[in-house]
């Protein structure tokens, strides 16, 4: 691995430490700098601001959710649930890595995503329509299901976090996908 390689890891690691101890939207690349253990101005180095950090870390969190997915869908034997095993393994690695999660899925005011995380992004969609069988319908599956998942861990959408905390959110909110799945198979 390259010196630049290395530095690139360890401050994309520190980003999901960082994003992990501290809300995501409030990492600062001085947080991830800390983290990582060098100075900001260091970080400039290996990227030209916290956003091209975070379009990097989108692309390895697709990546990840992506093959999360993958192998659920493929012990899945009945074609009919995979969909809805594909969305939970979508939760449950949501659920799971949530700081890596939300720094990958924010975007800044006025700033539009690189092509590389917009395009790891269109990976997911593509892959929702394969499990489905629907190619066509790949983006707005994979919307619903990023929208449920996203408010559920927001807590815009109650399944009983507020009085029995994050821990109920992957079994409480498989169902809620469950059913947004049967609605959109029908």
Same mark, same amino acid.
């Given at each position: 691995? @390259?010196?630049?390689?290395e530095g690139?890891a360890?401050?994309?690691?520190?980003?999901?430490?960082?994003a992990?101890?501290? /809300?995501?939207i409030?990492v600062?690349?001085?947080?991830i700098?800390?983290?990582a253990?060098?100075?900001?101005?260091a970080?400039y180095?290996y990227?030209?601001?916290r956003e091209?950090l975070?379009? /990097?870390l989108a692309?390895?969190?697709?990546a990840?959710?992506a093959a999360a997915i993958?192998?659920?869908v493929e012990?899945?034997?009945?074609p009919r649930?995979?969909?809805a095993?594909?969305a939970?393994?979508y939760l449950?690695?949501? /659920?799971?890595?949530? +700081?890596?999660?939300d720094?990958?899925?924010?975007?800044?005011?006025?700033?539009?995503?690189a092509?590389e995380r @917009?395009?790891? /992004?269109l990976g997911?969609a593509h892959?929702f329509?394969e499990?489905?069988?629907?190619?066509?319908l790949g983006t707005s599956?994979?919307?619903?299901?990023?929208?449920v998942?996203?408010?559920?861990l927001?807590?815009?959408i109650d399944?009983?976090?507020r009085d029995?905390?994050?821990?109920v959110?992957p079994?409480? +909110?498989?169902?809620?996908l469950?059913g947004?799945?049967?609605?959109?198979q029908r």
């Amino acid at each position: 691995m @390259s010196r630049l390689d290395e530095g690139r890891a360890r401050l994309l690691a520190a980003a999901r430490r960082a994003a992990t101890e501290t /809300a995501a939207i409030r990492v600062s690349l001085r947080d991830i700098a800390k983290a990582a253990g060098l100075s900001p101005a260091a970080c400039y180095r290996y990227f030209p601001s916290r956003e091209r950090l975070a379009d /990097a870390l989108a692309v390895e969190v697709c990546a990840e959710i992506a093959a999360a997915i993958t192998r659920a869908v493929e012990r899945e034997p009945d074609p009919r649930e995979r969909l809805a095993v594909a969305a939970d393994a979508y939760l449950q690695y949501a /659920a799971g890595n949530r +700081g890596a999660f939300d720094l990958a899925f924010e975007r800044g005011e006025g700033d539009w995503v690189a092509a590389e995380r @917009s395009d790891a /992004a269109l990976g997911l969609a593509h892959l929702f329509g394969e499990i489905a069988g629907k190619p066509g319908l790949g983006t707005s599956l994979w919307a619903g299901i990023h929208g449920v998942v996203d408010l559920l861990l927001k807590g815009m959408i109650d399944v009983g976090q507020r009085d029995h905390g994050m821990s109920v959110v992957p079994s409480r +909110g498989e169902m809620l996908l469950r059913g947004l799945i049967e609605g959109l198979q029908r």
